[in-house]
């Protein structure tokens, strides 16, 4: 491999294979470096595979509504097609090789091993020292949190990856967290007749986004049958050959064959060995600057800088350090307009602050709501049209800072807002627009017109 490079890449998710891939096009010697596979969990665990579970999910859901709207249907859930899509589609049987191949096509060299930075200019690939010339960038994303439940670790739970890799549906399962990958893969497995109950420690669904959102959320799930239980803690877990049994702090026992572990992830700052040039050991995360640096000569971006665990933020960042490594032009980073979806039926499109987060921040809050059930294409749609939409605007600066769309296709309609968000399009040129009729997005009018009244 030689001891020197120009560059060091240490994990190759989507951000870092991005980062590393340009600049070995630009010319540099680039070292690529993942014990794992190249792409990361996207393609492989969560963003893809994934998607096409819900997607198969959701057909199933819609066949389900054909009665009283468009004749008869029946449905019969098989899991196996979608196992195999995953397979065959996306993931290519868990082989990145083509990955690889792409990225050495590019001109880069990459080592499947454990990098760690040890100082400045310096990196260990396995057992091999290199002196690193220009950019030392890590990427190494997250992994699952554990949280301490007595019998947890040492039982076959499930995490997002065992999940994605199922080849059957369980009979039954117990979700613990209530969070984005929670009621996504708990919605899906539901819809092929899992029965599933999600336990969430908060006092609602998605504790990060609006309380309506996950009340609204809660309502659908339970009507689809899916048990919620909220405000309470796991404080222990057996499993034994009759499968998992999950002790509350309420008392309750739930039993089930399957434990779908989904309490968040968490950055491992340390492990990247991120101490040798400077972040505190304890930190959760990577602190970084606008152009995200760390310390000269070293960058970090994606799920390690703790603005957001998105491909879209690691795409986002890549760009940012591609340019600030080569000495391009470029803007440093601007969080105010993360969008961010939770593909559930209906999805929870939202972006910037929640209205308890502008208020905190001390600005002068005016909310605007709509339902989307009310309005002309939520009553076209009828069954499966449950959604909201709920507008925080700053009244004072009178732009939009956040916004929650929850509804059919809402991730889509979430561009909207996030084009609002990101650019302070006044709310008096958002009431100036045409909205084409009739639409899910239209919705966002009659928000609007609620703005006006308080």
């Known amino acids: 491999m030689g001891e020197r490079a120009d560059v060091v890449v240490i994990g190759m998710g989507p951000g870092g294979e991005e980062v590393a891939g340009r600049l070995a096009e630009a ?9 794992g596979l190249v792409g990361g969990e996207c393609p492989y665990w969560a963003c893809i595979p994934s998607k ?7 057909l199933l859901a819609e066949a389900r509504r054909v009665p009283g709207m468009a004749g008869r249907a029946d449905v019969e859930p098989d899991w196996a097609p979608v196992a195999r899509r995953i397979r065959d589609e996306a993931t290519d049987g868990w082989d990145d090789r083509a990955a690889v191949e792409r990225f050495e096509g590019r001109g880069g060299r990459f080592v499947r091993a454990t990098g760690r930075v040890v100082g400045p200019g310096r990196v260990t690939v396995g057992e091999t020292e290199l002196e690193v010339g220009r950019a030392i960038v890590v990427a190494t994303g997250s992994s699952p949190s554990i949280p301490p439940v007595p019998g947890l ?19 039954s399962m117990i979700v613990l967290g209530g969070g984005a990958i929670g009621v996504e893969l708990g919605q899906a497995f539901a819809r092929f007749g899992t029965r ?11 504790p990060p986004e609006e309380p309506e959102a996950g009340e609204l959320l809660a309502h659908v799930l339970r009507a689809e049958d899916i048990d919620i239980v909220l405000g309470v803690q796991a404080e222990g877990v057996a499993h034994s050959h009759d499968g998992f049994a999950v002790t509350l702090s309420s008392g309750e026992v739930l039993q089930a064959e399957r434990l779908l572990l989904a309490a968040g992830r968490h950055a491992d700052p340390a492990g990247a060995g991120l101490a040798s040039v400077g972040v505190p050991g304890d930190a959760g995360f ?6 995200l640096r760390v310390a000269p000569g070293v960058w970090a971006l994606g799920d ?19 340019a600030d490594v080569l000495g391009r032009p470029h803007e440093e980073a601007d969080y105010r307009a993360v969008p961010r979806v939770t593909f559930t039926d209906p999805e929870v499109g939202s972006v910037g602050q929640s209205e308890e987060q502008a208020r905190s921040a001390g600005l002068d809050v005016r909310v605007g709501r709509a339902d989307v059930a009310a309005s002309t294409r939520g009553w076209i749609h009828k069954s499966g049209n449950q959604g909201l939409v709920k507008l925080v605007t700053d009244r004072r600066a009178g732009v939009l800072v956040g916004a929650t769309f929850v509804g ?21 040129r958002l009431r100036e627009m045409i909205y084409a009729y009739p639409t899910f997005h239209r919705a966002v009018e009659d928000a609007l017109r609620d703005l006006d009244l308080t």
């Open 27 to 35: 010319g540099l010697d680039v070292v690529g470096v993942d014990r």
């Open 52 to 58: 096409m579970m819900i997607r198969a999910a959701d």
């Open 153 to 171: 670790a040492a039982s076959p739970y499930w995490t997002n990856r065992e999940a994605i890799q199922a080849t059957a549906a369980p009979a």
């Open 196 to 206: 599933v109950t999600v336990v969430e420690s908060a006092d609602r669904l998605l």
């Open 286 to 291: 990577a602190p970084v600057d606008g152009n």
């Open 304 to 322: 390690l800088t703790g603005k957001g665990a998105f491909t879209h933020i690691s795409m986002y960042q890549a760009r940012i350090v591609i």
């Open 408 to 428: 059919p296709t809402g991730g889509e309609v979430l561009g909207l807002l996030t084009l609002a968000v990101h650019a302070r399009v006044p709310v008096s």
